[in-house]
Structures are given as C-alpha cells and as structure tokens.
C-alpha cells in the first residue's frame, strides 16, 4: 500500500511533465492559487485604502510612477497591485463555488435521468432544455437585480445557470455505462437502486466532470468579471478583478494601466486553466492512457 503512492505520484508528474501546455497551465493555476492564499502577506497595501495625494499614478517605469506602487494607483489613490492580489481570492472562490454547486446539481439530476429512463428521464430533461433556452447573461442579470448583487448571490445565479451541461453529459453516460455486465450483475442481486447509482455509475462518470468542472471554472470566472464591471457582480470594499475592470473603463485613454493588469491577470488565470483542463481531459480518457 506504501509503494503505491509514490509510484501514483510519480506517473501523473511524469504525465505532466510529457504536455508542455499542462505543465505551464499547471504552475499557472499553482501560482495563481498561492498567490490568493498568501494575499495578506504579498499586498503591498491595503487594497481599499484611499490616498487623494496619490491618484492615478501610473506603473513605476513611467515619468511619475513610484516603486513604492509598481503597477500605478487608481482613480482614488489605491495600490492597483494589491488589488489584483486581493481580488484573486474573489474571483476564484466565485468561479470554483459556483462550479461546485452547479456540479451536484447538474450530476445528480444526470445520474437520476439516465438511470431511470422514461417519465423522470423526460421531465427533467425537458427542464434542462427549459434552463438551455434562457441566456445566462439576461438571467443572470434578472436574478441579481431583483436580489441584489453579492458574493452569495452571484455563486447561486452562477451555479443555477451552469448545471445543465453537467446533467447532459452525466445523463449521456449513464445511458451507456447502465447496460454494462457489472451494473447488470449488481441488479441481478438485488443491489438497491441508489447503491447502483453512488457506488457503480457515480465512480465511473466522475473523471468527465473533473474535465468539464476544470473548464467550466474559466467560464465562470470570465462571467463573473463581465457581471463585476456592469455593476452587478462583486459590490465594494470587496474586491475582485471584474470590479477593478469597472473601476478603469472610463480611464481607459488617459490612464490605461487601470483596466490593462487587471484584464491580463484574468486573461493569464484562464488560459492556465484551459491548458490543465486540455491535459487532463487527454490524461483521464482512457482511450489515451498509455501504459
């Protein structure tokens, strides 16, 4: 059992280390991850403190900036720098939560549609196509104006408009892995249906979300920067990358760094993500496992 773990360990860095894009969307997200973790102690300042003095002073290799803020000052004197490091921390705990909450409600209601079949399979896959033909953006945009927009609010409209391309591809699945020889044998004995479904089918689908979930915390993130800048996302003191974006768009021609670092650290965040996403979707599909 001690030798296992090791020899584990050793095979996915080696497969890591083999895809030149997983590798660098790897330390990406790594990098990324610490860089939220630790906020506290690599912000320079206080990401919401006010500086009249100090307004809009461009990065420290322009004329007027200071290495005292290497990435400039917004349009109320705070450190744009900290800002983005703070805002990480929002912008990640949106994208994964949200994912998550759309993950159990999406592989639920898969693993239930493509399970059962007939009636129960139609009724809620006519509740998915119900969900798939309301824009997520006017939904969204609906759900936070009649709620108002906040951290808690903005998970559940995220999570709420994501889990149908959680249950489409699960309930896909269930439909093939259902009428394998061990999920047979498993009802030939009579195993209860919801022992089938957590112990047989769940284990067998999950690699899939892991893939889709990955993907789909970039989307997330993207989604919530765009609803951050409209004013409905993230509310202040708190800070994310979308509402630093809000903050610099009518900066844009006289101060353009305001909009410009916060805009690559979310470019650089989903890129990172699309390529672990590429590779472990290639990793975890066994027709491309080599042994």
């Keep these: 059992?001690?030798?296992?773990?090791?020899?584990?360990?050793?095979?996915?860095?080696r497969l890591l280390l083999r895809s030149k894009t997983g590798t660098v969307g790897f330390f990406i997200v790594f990098f990324v991850f610490l860089v939220a973790i630790f906020a506290p102690l690599l912000a320079p300042h206080d990401p919401a403190a006010i500086n009249a003095a100090?307004?809009?002073?461009?990065?420290?290799?322009?004329?007027?900036?200071?290495?005292?803020?290497?990435?400039?000052?917004?349009?109320?004197?705070?450190?744009?720098?900290?800002?983005?490091i703070y805002g990480s921390q929002i912008s990640l705990l949106v994208g994964i939560t949200s994912v998550v909450v759309a993950g159990i409600i999406g592989v639920t209601i898969g693993l239930i549609a493509g399970y059962y079949g007939g009636f129960i399979d139609n009724v809620l896959m006519r509740l998915v196509d119900s969900f798939?033909?309301?824009?997520?953006?006017?939904?969204?945009?609906?759900?936070?104006?009649?709620?108002?927009?906040?951290?808690?609010?903005?998970?559940?409209?995220?999570?709420?408009?994501?889990?149908?391309?959680?249950?489409?591809?699960?309930?896909?699945?269930?439909?093939?892995?259902?009428e394998r020889d061990f999920v047979r044998a498993a009802r030939s004995i009579g195993v209860k249906n919801n022992k089938i479904i957590i112990r047989h089918l769940l284990p067998n689908v999950i690699s899939s979300f892991i893939v889709i979930?990955?993907?789909?915390?970039?989307?997330?993130?993207?989604?919530?920067?765009?609803?951050?800048?409209?004013?409905?996302?993230?509310?202040?003191?708190t800070v994310s990358w979308g509402s630093?974006?809000?903050?610099?768009?009518?900066?844009?021609?006289?101060?353009?760094?305001?909009?410009?670092?916060?805009?690559?650290?979310i470019t650089v965040t989903?890129?990172?993500?699309?390529?672990?996403?590429?590779?472990?979707?290639?990793?975890?599909?066994p027709r491309s496992i080599k042994k």
Excluded: H
Aim: charged share 15%; glycine share 8%; hydrophobic share 50%.
């Design 132 to 178: 798939l033909a309301i824009p997520t953006i006017l939904f969204a945009l609906v759900i936070l104006s009649v709620f108002g927009p906040s951290v808690i609010t903005l998970i559940f409209v995220l999570g709420a408009t994501n889990w149908v391309n959680y249950a489409r591809l699960v309930r896909g699945e269930v439909l093939t892995i259902k």
């Design 244 to 265: 630093i974006l809000s903050d610099g768009r009518d900066y844009l021609a006289t101060s353009w760094w305001l909009a410009t670092f916060p805009g690559l650290a």
């Design 270 to 285: 989903v890129l990172g993500i699309i390529f672990l996403g590429d590779w472990l979707r290639d990793v975890l599909d």
């Design 1 to 13: 059992m001690t030798q296992n773990k090791p020899s584990s360990f050793k095979r996915w860095s």
């Design 213 to 237: 979930s990955t993907l789909s915390v970039a989307t997330t993130i993207i989604l919530e920067a765009s609803l951050s800048f409209l004013g409905l996302g993230v509310q202040p003191p």
């Design 54 to 84: 100090n307004m809009l002073k461009p990065p420290f290799w322009m004329e007027g900036g200071s290495t005292a803020n290497l990435l400039g000052t917004d349009n109320l004197g705070r450190d744009i720098l900290s800002r983005i």
